[in-house]
């Protein structure tokens, strides 16, 4: 895939879903169509990493014990506390949003790709996402979908992933912001990718000319 011609803008697309909805998925697939993949999750590692940019304020908002004995975020016990109290998770979340976008925009910045594609789990819980971005795209299943998936890939059991979902946005939430959207229930792998075949040839076509539009 060429770059986006000189001067044109390239077209920004905000990619997000729930839990087990594909979402990662769909951001490899576009990725392997020459989309730039900006992973706000990814971004989020790497600043919590020992030597990362938000340990020293983690450490001083929550104290040594959210410090890892390598010098890096203990990440289950801050899972844990994140869990059980939501104000510790606001707090948690006012340290690194202002780092990642940051970083977001350096990652963005430095890809002249005519479609960027911002991989942000919480772009509809966030609140700021949608004036960044020309598009919000969003990957949307069934919540038993979601669960059966969890469950399988990562092990947890049924109580724990429900209630990540229910700390995520609504399915309802994510698809009043979408301008458009990949249904990824009961579908094979080669039945996703023409959705994003479909989609992938508006964008290309809008990022390619610096259009801003699908």
Request: aromatic letters at 4%; hydrophobic letters at 45%.
């Amino acid at each position: 895939m060429s770059a986006a011609a000189p001067g044109a803008r390239a077209l920004r697309i905000g990619l997000t879903g729930g839990i087990g909805s594909g979402k990662s998925t769909v951001a490899g697939l576009l990725a392997a169509r020459g989309a730039a993949i900006i992973d706000s999750d990814a971004i989020a590692r790497r600043l919590t990493l020992p030597g990362g940019a938000a340990i020293a304020a983690i450490r001083a908002e929550f104290g040594p014990d959210m410090i890892d004995a390598q010098g890096g975020l203990d990440r289950e016990r801050m899972r844990a506390v994140a869990f059980a109290d939501p104000p510790a998770k606001r707090r948690l979340e006012a340290i690194l949003h202002p780092l990642i976008g940051v970083e977001t925009e350096q990652e963005a910045s430095a890809s002249d790709a005519p479609v960027k594609v911002f991989d942000v789990p919480l772009l509809v819980e966030s609140g700021r996402w949608r004036e960044r971005v020309d598009r919000v795209l969003v990957v949307d299943c069934s919540e038993q979908t979601q669960q059966d998936r969890v469950v399988r890939r990562a092990g947890w059991s049924v109580d724990t992933v429900r209630a990540v979902i229910a700390q995520q946005a609504s399915r309802t939430a994510r698809l009043a912001v979408a301008d458009a959207v990949i249904r990824n229930d009961g579908i094979t792998l080669d039945e996703l990718a023409m959705q994003v075949d479909t989609l992938w040839s508006h964008w290309y076509a809008a990022g390619a000319a610096g259009s801003g539009t699908l």
